[in-house]
């Protein structure tokens, strides 16, 4: 155990510092490939718990599945996470995931019949109360679930940045809450590569801005030098 502290201490010690604000960072502290060097400390057991984790929250062929199989797949993957701090901070990341779904899928107009199962990973007494209150704009939650009410405000606005930022926010929060207590162990090493996850969503958008402003200047100069061509050739 002993051991295991230093090695986490040591890991730990040797990343970058996150930012205490999000939206205040423009770079990434560290690339993926140089934390992935980092992680090589994790123990065994600790390494396969962290890609359960980042497969739960981050797969890649989640949209190949119908809502059965992605439950299934993701309770059976949660079962095998041995700590259960871990596996209540990705529940909570699901549940904001499913309730999130269940707003983007009335937003498009699609009913819940009485007679289909109902999928997520909200608990029975949310999810059957997210059935009974389907046409409420915060599925009677509001209260307990404060977010609720302004994602839907954005979803019907179509406000997607905004709503992006609104979820990054909850989830920078909550994990910053989660990090009290933790400093050089295990979950303090997860709780930093979430955060990472968080903030390269964040720095994406400014490169994807600055990607869009590049085209649009040089889709500016083409067109100029189009018309200097035109006229160029008007003249001789």
Known sequence: MIQQQFK????????????????????????????????????????????????????????????????????????????????????????LRTLLTVLRRRHAGQELPADQQFYGFCDRLRLSFIRRNWHKPDFGLGLSIPWLKPAQQLIAEDKTLELDKLMLTLNWNHYARLSLGHTFDFPAV???????????????????????????????????VSLECEGSHERT
Request: charged share 25%; aromatic share 10%; net charge negative.
């Open 8 to 95: 986490y201490t040591l890991l730990l010690s040797s990343l970058p510092v996150q930012p205490v604000e999000l939206f205040s960072t423009k770079i990434l502290p560290i690339s993926r490939i140089q934390l992935d060097k980092r992680l090589l400390l994790l123990d065994t057991e600790d390494s396969a718990d962290l890609v359960r984790i980042e497969e739960l929250l981050h797969w890649s062929k989640m949209h190949e599945w119908d809502d059965f199989n992605i439950i299934s797949h993701g309770q059976e993957a949660m079962a095998l996470i041995r700590s259960d701090f871990l596996r209540s901070l990705v529940q909570w990341r699901l549940e």
């Open 190 to 224: 997860v709780l930093y590569v979430l955060r990472w996850y968080l903030i390269n969503r964040w720095v994406s958008y400014d490169s994807d801005r600055a990607l869009l402003r590049f085209n649009e200047l040089i889709c500016a100069e083409m067109a100029n």
